[in-house]
């Protein structure tokens, strides 16, 4: 590992509803507070021939399909050479969730195969944010975990960062083994294929719309044409994102034959004050 200590951090995280996103801005705050200058930024919004330049870095997504995100795999397998460089994981999940484990192994060996040095995995559970879910008419499944984040979440989160920033100070290098989990025969691809067969129409709705942007920001693979008001079904890796941030609700998606509404209207309906800014 680098030999001149832990001066630079960077904590890079995917989230499309919040929870990912604030776990590491936490992260971050532990570590500013130990003296360490920290960097955050949206996985995708950080030039990857930078990350060379930290001392230390840290990834977090939420659980996909039982995985990584598809473009975050795709994104971080063309970062650059992180010799030397110690690097963590933590994936988020909604309710009980499903392969957690494995998923945040799975990002820490995205950075391990870049060269870096494994110091820690941890995962974090939130209420889900699965959007058909709640529409088909299952909230009790979603509102059971209605209280997470809660505060033991959160010292969780705080507790982690700092066991992260002990073990690449110390040079304690760590790789967790894997869990044995059915559906991660599943994970990906397949998982994404039987979701989309009960996914009927998905159009933006150009009557609702306030052209805004934030979906067609939002969406991971770039199958959102704002300008036309069409969405790319073929390209589209069903993660809800845009049905789930649009303010608008003009995201026009059914699935099972029933209209789908997003983690911001879900909030608004069943959700508590303080996530309402996640």
């Known amino acids: 590992m680098k030999k001149s200590g832990i001066k ?34 949206d ?5 990857v021939d930078s990350l060379s330049s930290f001392d230390l870095i840290m990834a ?13 795999i795709d994104l971080l397998s063309t970062a650059p050479r992180l010799d030397d460089i110690p690097v963590a994981a933590f ?19 995205l950075l391990k195969e870049r060269g870096g040095i494994p110091v820690g995995t941890e995962t974090f559970g939130n209420m889900s944010t699965f959007a058909p879910t709640w529409s088909i008419g299952s909230e009790r499944r979603i509102l059971k975990y209605k209280d997470f984040p809660d505060a033991r979440t959160f010292r969780r989160v705080s507790q982690y960062a700092r066991l992260v920033l002990a073990r ?27 979701t989309k067969l009960f996914v009927g129409r998905h159009r933006i709705d150009p009557d609702a719309c306030t ?23 073929k390209r589209c890796i069903a993660c809800f994102g845009c049905v789930n ?34």
């Open 91 to 109: 994936a988020t999940y909604g309710g009980k969730g499903g392969n957690q484990h494995n998923t945040a192994r799975r990002l820490l060996m």
């Open 211 to 233: 052209g805004c942007g934030v979906c067609e920001k939002g969406c991971p693979v770039e199958a959102i044409d704002l300008n036309a008001s069409a969405i790319d079904t």
């Open 60 to 72: 977090g997504t939420p659980v996909f399909y039982y995985d990584v995100p598809s473009n975050v």
């Open 245 to 278: 941030n649009c303010p608008a609700n003009a995201v026009d998606m059914t699935y099972f034959g029933k209209k789908v509404y997003g983690f911001r209207e879900f909030k608004k309906r069943h959700g508590r004050p303080d996530i309402q800014k996640l």
């Open 43 to 47: 996985i995708g919004g950080l030039a």
């Open 168 to 194: 690449a100070q110390k040079r304690t290098a760590v790789m967790p083994g894997r869990e044995f989990y059915i559906p991660d025969l599943l994970k990906g691809g397949p998982s994404i294929a039987f």
């Open 8 to 41: 630079k951090a960077a904590v890079l995280t995917y989230s499309q509803t919040g929870h990912t996103r604030l776990y590491g801005r936490l992260i971050a705050a532990v570590w500013e507070r130990e003296g360490i200058k920290t960097k955050t930024a």
